[in-house]
């Protein structure tokens, strides 16, 4: 398989830290969808990241999408993701707010970089900054009972996007996700990425 996607994205990021805590082979194809567009291109015509190619050339993208494949490739004891009832649950709840942190990060940053400066416009940041805070604010609440995980004694698929989504605000957007107001998240960051599987895809 072939993970292709910088991993300074939160989504690529993701998928390549579940693969390793998976103990999926896979080739990491460092390639952006703004510095090297047309060679993502020739991978994926859509130009999204994360995109993986699968062993039969099939390709994936989202990586929502692509990890609920990769938990179907690994034997029970290997998935990430809680297979049913109050814990599946619980874990879509945390994903969904660690996706929309994600996402609303992504936002401020593409704002930021990829409108001209004269047209940024502040009340759109500003909602965006609101919503992005609001999604911590809820996970600030969750890693409070963390022990040490969010679901307990095993790091779970909520864990990595959780703490994915963590890193890239205080990387990109700490002005606006200012660390003093989630100090159990900011204790919990620091317990994911010293695993050997977050510090082998660093963020920057």
Not at 24 to 47: D, G, L, M, Y
Not at 55 to 84: F, H, Q, R
Not at 86 to 108: S, Y
Not at 130 to 151: D, I, V, Y
Request: proline share 5%; with cysteine; aromatic share 8%.
């Amino acid at each position: 398989m072939i993970l292709v996607g910088m991993s300074d994205s939160p989504y690529v990021r993701r998928c390549a830290i579940s693969m390793r805590l998976m103990g999926i082979a896979f080739e990491h194809q460092q390639v952006s969808v703004f510095r090297t567009f047309e060679q993502f291109q020739s991978i994926n015509p859509v130009v999204k990241a994360p995109t993986l190619v699968c062993d039969d050339n099939t390709v994936l993208m989202d990586s929502t999408l692509i990890l609920d494949y990769l938990e179907t490739c690994v034997a029970p004891a290997k998935a990430l993701m809680p297979a049913a009832g109050a814990q599946r649950q619980e874990a879509l709840r945390l994903i969904g707010l660690a996706m929309a942190a994600c996402e609303k990060c992504v936002q401020m940053v593409y704002e930021r970089n990829q409108r001209p400066a004269e047209k940024l416009h502040a009340p759109w940041m500003a909602r965006v900054s609101l919503q992005a805070n609001a999604a911590f604010g809820e996970l600030e609440k969750a890693t409070a009972n963390a022990s040490p995980w969010l679901q307990g004694a095993k790091l779970t698929a909520a864990d990595i996007a959780v703490a994915c989504a963590w890193r890239f605000s205080q990387f990109y957007e700490s002005s606006e996700v200012k660390a003093t107001a989630y100090p159990m998240l900011v204790a919990y960051s620091a317990r994911a990425e010293a695993l050997p599987e977050f510090a082998a895809v660093p963020l920057d």
